[in-house]
């Protein structure tokens, strides 16, 4: 049996595994992105933006959909 299945047959694809972020120096947003480690991801950009910070935006989502939230240019959901 496969292990890219848990139990309940959803596939790991499914995890909401993944956090979406914003890299910021200030106010101002730098960067916009992907990972499965905030604080990891934060100190692999102080390299290139040292003092910035990450804020993360939302929830914790699938790969998938943090993917396409990178495509369409990472963007703040704000509501109507």
Known sequence: RSNSFR????GMADERD????????GKKVV????T????????EHQEQFP???IEQ?????TR???LKWE????????KK
């Not at 139990?7 to 959803?10: A, M, N, Q, S, T």
């Not at 499965?36 to 100190?43: C, P, Q």
């Not at 935006?57 to 989502?61: A, C, E, H, L, S």
């Not at 495509?71 to 704000?78: D, I, N, Q, S, V």
């Open 64 to 66: 998938d959909a943090g």
């Open 31 to 34: 960067h916009r992105g992907i």
């Open 57 to 61: 935006v939302g929830r914790k989502t």
């Open 18 to 25: 993944t956090s979406k972020y914003h890299l910021k120096e």
């Open 36 to 43: 499965n480690d905030l604080a990891r991801r934060e100190a």
């Open 7 to 10: 139990k309940g047959g959803v």
């Open 51 to 53: 003092g910035s910070h």
């Open 71 to 78: 495509r369409e240019g990472g963007k703040r959901p704000y």
